[in-house]
């Protein structure tokens, strides 16, 4: 068994480049899947990431405000506290807040993040 102290822990912004505004993550850990990760990031309102997949999927669960993901097919849901997202291995798609809110979530992502071009408005 391993546990993370919340004192352990460190905020820190993500790569801009990677993001339409800027996005704050905290850093949990690399677990089980090599490359994975379990972040909690955060958005402010109107920011959202550019496309990526990953290749074992990442799973996302709103813990504060309102937030929007997108996938390739067109399909562009709104999620909010409590809602659990699974991308499945190597779906493209994007997440981020909603335009008028604030969203945090709890990413976990199996395997590395391929980050693609940016979303499209």
Known sequence: MRITRATETTSSPMDASHFS??????DL????????????VS???G????????????????TDGRGRVGTRDGQVAE??????VHA???EGHWHG????AAVTHLAVSLGSTEWLEQVEP
């Open 47 to 62: 920011v959202h990431s550019n496309w990526h997949r990953h290749p074992g999927g990442q799973f996302l669960y709103v």
């Open 21 to 26: 505004g800027p996005a704050s993550s905290l």
């Open 97 to 100: 807040a909603a335009e008028e």
């Open 29 to 40: 850990g690399t677990y089980e899947a090599p490359d994975g990760s379990v972040l909690v």
């Open 88 to 90: 499945p291995p190597d």
């Open 79 to 84: 999620v909010s506290v409590g809602d659990l």
């Open 43 to 45: 958005f402010p309102a």
